[in-house]
Nanobody, 123 residues
């Protein structure tokens, strides 16, 4: 299974971007799907996602601004990012897997990763 992330770019603070992540096969129908991000010099951090069974979960820092969605027919998940802030600048990665609940927001819980897409928010 391969994941291909896209949609990153340069945007001014307050702007919006929509990231997409396409799976090479029906990985998303049997796995939870998540987005992480990693800023320079920082650890990879959980942004949002949905477990195989359950509801969508978001990091506190993006609640109310980011929206996760998926289209199983297209093997694609999305991350709609609104009201972007300079601190949202990072490389964004999509991932898929079925970690135990305590690992859902931890990068160690996932073995299937996309290549990352750069998001830069200018002030």
């Amino acid at each position: 299974v391969q994941l291909q992330a896209s949609g990153g770019g340069l945007v001014q603070a307050g702007g919006s971007l929509r990231l997409s992540c396409v799976a090479s096969e029906r990985a998303f129908s049997t796995n939870g799907q998540v987005w992480f991000r990693q800023a320079p010099g920082k650890e990879r951090e959980f942004v949002g996602g949905i477990p195989r069974r359950g509801r969508t979960i978001y990091a506190e820092s993006v609640k109310g601004r980011f929206t996760f969605s998926r289209d199983n027919a297209k093997n694609t998940v999305y991350l709609q990012m609104n009201s972007l802030k300079p601190e949202d600048t990072a490389v964004y990665y999509c991932a898929a897997g079925n970690p135990i609940s305590s690992y859902f927001t931890r990068s160690e819980g996932y073995t299937i990763w996309g290549q990352g897409t750069q998001v830069t928010v200018s002030s």
